[in-house]
């Protein structure tokens, strides 16, 4: 969690698509630093690589929030953030489901692999589709 805060602080140095995009980039270099270490008992680059993922978490959730939160209303701020968290919270616990289940017949480091693709596959979807904010003269 920590590291996720640091990843939002320095999302104000970015604009908010370029926030997204370089998040999502840290957290799938996470995700193979993570496999990476799990496979071969790397303590340190495992410590260090969940932190880089910490620090992209942050960095991702702030630029998207930076994206939709400047066209909504006041009044739709709240409603919308509840929206945001509910599908970020789901989007964790799914995956997280999966690999409780996985863990029956599959290793921690393969499952760790697993979520290291989920995250390139986010990583790239996210260089695809991140926009920033419309400005007010676009509104």
Known sequence: MAPSFLGGFLAGRFTPAAAQR??????AAAGIGLTVAG???ILGLFIGAGVVGGIGIGLATSGSMNTLLPAALPRER?????????????GAAAPS???????????LPAITAGYAVLAGLVWVATLVAARNPPTPAML
């Open 39 to 41: 496979t071969a008992g």
């Open 22 to 27: 370089t998040g999502m980039t840290l957290v």
């Open 78 to 90: 709240a409603g919308l953030l509840a929206v945001i968290y509910a599908i970020y919270y789901t």
């Open 97 to 107: 489901l999966i690999a409780g289940q996985a863990s029956r017949i599959l290793s």
